[in-house]
């Protein structure tokens, strides 16, 4: 430029800016959905009621750290509407602090090693908003001219999008509207039943209709509906806000009917002649179905006005409003409805004169949807110990996340996020999405258990095992946070940091600068990151240096631009195959000529082995692998010296007795010899019992005296009995579980 700035300096400005203004979207939605929750919460205060989804109120102040005022009797635990107004609270203060602040609840929301890398890079955030603005006030002209600096604040921006935009936005979702529930339910435009009057909402806020939903399950509304000749009203969703409620689908099946596809989706949607009304509140709502509505005379409201389009009616929500708003709603659709049928077929029709949904056999009827990170590990039992085993065994070679929009470019609507989750699952490469990726996949099938037939050996027996499909549904781009909270729970779990995972990540058509500001977050956690459409900052080399090979050294993260398929799987089948070599997978796999062994050190105080009578079976490994899951956690952590909790289950199963429990007879011998020592017993309950046929009594009979007598034998000075204190434990651990 004239003013001195060069690529360098205008690339990464550019690129700043686009970012930040992803992180605006977000950080915009996560204020709403805590104001929501705040203005909840203190209504039912006012009433006296305690929140509908107490169990989620508790998950998220125990995440947060957040303790009830003590004042709600003793079957609160955290679960009150008072918890749920502080932690709205706690989250509107964060947000809000000054750029120099740090967000005081990060530290509990980011995974530890992450955490503790960000604040040695000094890319934590401050305030949200306040980083927004930092970032715009940085990209104006003649001000900040450093490229690294720009990129970091990049960085600091995905991080404060993830953990707040993404994460509690969630989380706190889930206190209002409800957890998500596993369920397989039809989806594409199948779900739009003509003969009932059908609201299409669009965007990113679900919280904002959940006065509608109230509204709409009431009998005077339905008794509405069937006097101007519907069957009821029902929410047709499209976009994330109607990925949002398919998670939550169990929740509403009276009032919602499905998701019917993502943005570009939305314009055919319309074109099935069923939609009475379209209500919008943030993106993906795109211009495109302005002129759809105008032509088929259906009437657009917009509930905020970041997204108001140009022919639509502007109803800002506040909770001042919410039933006015309601009734205006539902009275446009109602209205909607009638003139429509009306325009088409007169005031009386003849017999058999009704509208019909002319792409009715579009989509599939149980497609699986409600993935989260709770659903997730509940559905493998309560553990993931089945997934990590599965990744050890190698028929889940690794995970990918395929995330985010949906875009015209890159081979067409949904084609390259098809056709690349199709060949990741021919690699045995588990996919999981979130986003308006959801809309194309599941709509292509990929999301059914009839998608299973095109896995190879590893993943389709996993999937028939599991009955889940190859491809799986955590619902709206916000759900990237319960990607990443899944991902999370798996490096703690293996005791490892994220970038270790066989993890990647792939948003290969993005199209909104959310996309960009997700992806920000993803190279902050030290994913591989792939898009197939390049970001804007191919001018700068020092920007294409550092996003593709720079961040490896800081961060962990790394860019990959492919805009070939077959390409794109490939490289995601080799980053994922040189992360399991370096968690030491592959190698134990393939070097495996004999069973695994469990080996033993000579210093283990549990058992000791002898070599020389090991026939190399293999029944010590399966036990510690399979039964008790010592093993798969030694092959993931590369520990030096084998992880051992003196079970003593392989040598119970060791058929040649080359394991057995290691003698301390002769410890406690010398001691008893040596008169300068007092010999204390100290016999555990169960010790009186599990001993008996060693006193020929059947086994289970009460020994406590022989065992006392037999200890004073062999010369001990005192026995003393720890049942006392062992029932203390139980009581303590059993108040550890309930709270």
Not at 351 to 362: D, I, L, T
Not at 572 to 590: C, P
Not at 628 to 638: D, E, H, R, T
Request: hydrophobic share 40%; aromatic share 6%; glycine share 8%.
């Amino acid at each position: 430029g004239i003013c001195g700035a060069d690529a360098d300096t205008i690339a990464c400005r550019n690129f700043l800016r686009q970012v930040a203004a992803g992180s605006g979207c977000y950080t915009h939605v996560v204020e709403n959905t805590a104001r929501r929750l705040k203005e909840m919460a203190q209504e039912l205060q006012a009433e006296g009621k305690k929140p509908k989804y107490k169990d989620s109120v508790a998950k998220l102040a125990k995440i947060l750290q957040i303790n009830c005022c003590g004042n709600c009797g003793p079957d609160c635990h955290n679960s009150c509407a008072k918890t749920a107004e502080m932690i709205a609270d706690a989250v509107l203060a964060d947000i809000r602090k000054p750029y120099d602040e740090k967000m005081t609840l990060m530290k509990n929301i980011a995974l530890p090693k992450r955490y503790e890398l960000w604040e040695k890079l000094g890319i934590l955030p401050g305030g949200a908003k306040d980083e927004i603005f930092n970032a715009v006030v940085k990209t104006s002209t003649n001000l900040n001219s450093d490229p690294m600096d720009m990129l970091l604040q990049c960085l600091r921006l995905g991080i404060s999008t993830g953990n707040y935009g993404l994460i509690l936005t969630n989380l706190m979702n889930d206190i209002i509207m409800g957890p998500p529930q596993i369920s397989m339910d039809p989806v594409g435009f199948r779900i739009i039943d003509p003969e009932y009057i059908n609201i299409m909402i669009t965007g990113h806020q679900q919280s904002m209709f959940a006065d509608l939903e109230e509204k709409l399950e009431s009998e005077i509304v339905q008794k509405s509906a069937e006097l101007v000749g519907a069957k009821g009203i029902r929410i047709v969703g499209c976009t994330c806000v109607g990925q949002d409620y398919q998670a939550r689908s169990g929740c509403y099946k009276d009032v919602y009917c499905g998701h019917a596809g993502n943005n570009y989706t939305s314009e055919a949607v319309l074109m099935t002649g069923c939609v009475d009304l379209v209500v919008s509140e943030f993106n993906c709502t795109i211009p495109g179905i302005e002129p759809i509505c105008d032509q088929l005379d259906i009437k657009m409201l917009c509930l905020d006005d970041v997204a108001k389009k140009a022919n639509a009616q502007l109803l800002p929500y506040t909770a001042e409003e919410k039933e006015k708003i309601t009734s205006q709603i539902i009275a446009d659709a109602l209205c909607g409805f009638k003139n429509r049928k009306e325009k088409l077929y007169g005031t009386a029709p003849a017999e058999g004169e009704k509208r019909v949904n002319v792409m009715a056999q579009h989509g599939f009827d149980k497609s699986i949807t409600g993935l989260s990170e709770d659903t997730l590990v509940a559905a493998l039992g309560g553990t993931l110990q089945p997934l990590i085993d599965a990744i050890v065994s190698g028929k889940i070679k690794g995970i990918a996340a395929v995330v985010g929009c949906s875009n015209l470019r890159a081979k067409g609507h949904d084609v390259f996020t098809v056709e690349l989750a199709k060949e990741l699952i021919r690699k045995d490469i588990l996919v999981l999405s979130a986003g308006c990726t959801c809309g194309g996949l599941e709509n292509c099938g990929l999301m059914t258990m009839d998608a299973v037939e095109l896995c190879v050996e590893g993943l389709k027996e996993i999937c028939t095992a599991l009955g889940v499909p190859p491809v799986l549904n955590f619902g709206p781009c916000l759900a990237i946070g319960r990607i990443e909270m899944a991902a999370c729970a798996l490096a703690k779990e293996l005791n490892v940091d994220l970038p270790q995972l066989p993890v990647v990540i792939s948003a290969p058509q993005w199209l909104e600068e959310q996309a960009l500001a997700d992806g920000a977050y993803a190279l902050a956690l030290g994913f591989p990151l792939h898009l197939a459409l390049s970001p804007f900052v191919t001018g700068s080399q020092v920007a294409v240096n550092v996003l593709t090979e720079g961040l490896k050294n800081l961060t962990g993260g790394q860019l990959i631009i492919e805009t070939e398929v077959d390409a794109a799987a490939q490289k995601f089948d080799e980053i994922i195959k040189e992360k399991r070599a370096g968690l030491g997978i592959d190698n134990m796999l393939m070097n495996r000529t004999t069973p695994f062994m469990v080996p033993v050190d000579d210093v283990n105080p549990a058992i000791i082995k002898n070599e020389a009578l090991c026939s190399e079976c293999g029944h010590c490994f399966a036990v510690c692998e399979e039964e008790i899951g010592v093993a798969a956690k030694y092959l993931l952590n590369q520990r030096e010296a084998y992880q051992c909790i003196g079970c003593g289950q392989c040598s119970a199963v060791c058929p040649e007795k080359a394991i057995t429990g290691r003698p301390h007879y002769k410890i406690v011998k010398e001691l008893i010899q040596d008169p300068e020592k007092i010999v204390v017993f100290s016999t555990s309950p169960s010790v009186r019992v599990g001993f008996a046929d060693g006193f020929g009594k059947e086994p289970g009979t009460f020994a406590q005296d022989e065992m006392v007598g037999a200890l004073r034998a062999l010369g001990a000075d005192y026995v003393f009995d720890v049942t006392f204190s062992a029932d203390l434990t139980i009581m303590e651990e059993g108040s550890e579980i309930l709270n």
